[in-house]
């Protein structure tokens, strides 16, 4: 972690029995995540498992609350957070929040892949998500899509100043190397978005509730085969093609292949696609590639070479035949 570093173990230990009145096992640290900012834990007791995250400074309570509010509802396949003692959904553990769930068993649909069963079985839940009224306070508290990539302004530097960059290691000598011989593809990709993110906050009208990033590592297959849907860090209100992106021609992780769409479409039902919102948020995704994975190697002097190095290739691998690229331009033709 960037910030802080984690409580020892006693404090955790310490910690879960005075705000979840849980007597803790064995605490272990699970090395997954992208979150610098948090730090993940697998907790066991004498008669389950937990999962805890705990987050260094602030949390989008939004994304604690949300899953609680759908799972009361009846979305069953949502995995919400244990309360504390107090019925609160989140703790203090020093400069952390903590947030505990209950461990799911079992490996995720990228891992594995999903049955017909299952696939429908995501469909049905994601709909029910889709189109789920949230009510004040819940709905002040969440976000709304704003059609303006986080990531844009990062790439938009870096992009800038591709040429006269110093470079400081062999790492970011090959990157930008790498940069400059796709300046008129990144260029482009830059454009549109900018395009896209104009026309859609002129136009887009049919705005619901959105997980955010609900990716088959995102789903979570339990030891009888039930899908449970995790990871609620970035839910707010934005056109159903955020989440269908994932679903759609995806190529994310392992790409989705027709017949699994097929199927997925059996359990939600038929939409009309908004090919522009796709598109926008293929090319959002590829933004938020190049920004993330050029920093690690252009901005981030600390990262180890092991960061710096899948950083490189994962950022390569973007412009490959069939990748995020290729299919965001397929969404963009199509609209």
């Given at each position: 972690m960037q910030q802080a570093h984690a409580p020892d173990q006693a404090i955790i230990r310490q910690?879960?029995?005075?705000?979840?009145?849980?007597?803790?096992?064995t605490i272990a640290q699970i090395e997954r995540g992208n979150d610098p900012r948090a730090a993940l834990y697998l907790v066991q007791t004498s008669e389950q498992q937990y999962f805890l995250k705990l987050k260094y400074g602030s949390i989008y309570q939004a994304g604690v609350l949300l899953p609680r509010y759908l799972k009361d509802r009846g979305v069953a396949a949502v995995v919400a957070p244990v309360d504390t003692r107090t019925q609160q959904l989140w703790g203090r553990c020093q400069q952390f929040h903590s947030v505990l769930y209950p461990y799911i068993e079992g490996s995720t649909g990228m891992d594995h892949g999903m049955s017909a069963q299952q696939w429908q079985s995501f469909g049905q839940q994601l709909r029910r998500i889709h189109t789920m009224q949230v009510r004040p306070p819940l709905r002040h508290m969440l976000r709304w899509e704003q059609f303006r990539p986080p990531w844009l302004p990062t790439v938009q530097t870096i992009h800038q100043s591709i040429n006269t960059w110093p470079i400081g290691d062999s790492y970011s000598a090959e990157l930008i190397d790498f940069w400059r011989v796709k300046t008129r593809e990144i260029s482009y990709v830059i454009e549109r978005i900018s395009e896209l993110g104009h026309y859609l906050r002129a136009n887009a009208r049919e705005f619901g509730l959105s997980h955010g990033d609900i990716h088959t590592a995102n789903i979570v297959l339990d030891q009888i085969q039930q899908i449970n849907i995790v990871?609620?860090?970035?839910?707010?209100?934005?056109?159903?093609?955020?989440?269908?992106?994932?679903?759609?021609?995806?190529?994310?992780?392992?790409?989705?292949?027709?017949?699994?769409?097929?199927?997925?479409?059996?359990?939600?039902?038929?939409?009309?696609?908004?090919?522009?919102?796709?598109?926008?948020?293929?090319?959002?995704?590829?933004?938020?590639?190049?920004?993330?994975?050029?920093?690690?190697v252009l901005l981030r002097r600390d990262a180890p070479q092991t960061i710096k190095q899948a950083a490189l290739q994962s950022l390569r691998s973007r412009f490959l035949a069939g990748n995020i690229i290729e299919s965001a331009y397929q969404a963009d033709r199509a609209s």
């Open positions: 910690h879960l029995v005075q705000t979840y009145a849980i007597e803790a096992s990871d609620w860090d970035y839910p707010l209100f934005a056109p159903k093609e955020r989440d269908l992106r994932f679903v759609v021609g995806s190529v994310i992780g392992v790409p989705v292949q027709r017949h699994e769409e097929q199927w997925f479409f059996e359990g939600y039902g038929q939409p009309t696609i908004d090919y522009k919102a796709l598109a926008y948020y293929r090319y959002e995704r590829v933004i938020q590639d190049l920004g993330d994975y050029a920093q690690r």
